[in-house]
């Protein structure tokens, strides 16, 4: 008698498992269809982040320009590390920012 006891409330731990992941699906409201993923994305573009680092290195390394030069780089850096949490629609593609 034990084992049915046990038995039922696995199977029902698993039916409200599976009910709770379903309430939390956030679903597209473009399309529909697709289920809204969490994702993580670079808002900036990453080639103009890497040449302003080259740009503020040369300009650090040149004696009058060293100022501009530490300004560029940390600029870049921002450019290069930064990331924006989305979420991301795995049907059509479409990106909510996440708060």
Not at 23 to 34: K, P, R, S
Not at 50 to 78: D, K, N, Q, T
Request: glycine share 8%; charged share 15%; with cysteine.
């Amino acid at each position: 008698m034990k084992e049915t006891n046990q038995e039922k409330t696995v199977v029902e731990a698993g039916s409200a498992g599976e009910n709770a992941q379903q309430a939390q699906a956030v679903h597209c409201l473009l399309c529909e269809q697709g289920v809204m993923k969490r994702a993580t994305i670079r808002p900036y573009n990453q080639l103009l982040g890497y040449f302003s680092l080259i740009v503020g290195l040369m300009f650090f390394l040149l004696g009058p320009f060293a100022p501009l030069g530490m300004v560029l780089v940390f600029v870049a850096l921002y450019l290069i590390l930064s990331k924006k949490d989305v979420w991301l629609c795995d049907k059509c593609g479409a990106m909510v920012e996440r708060l």
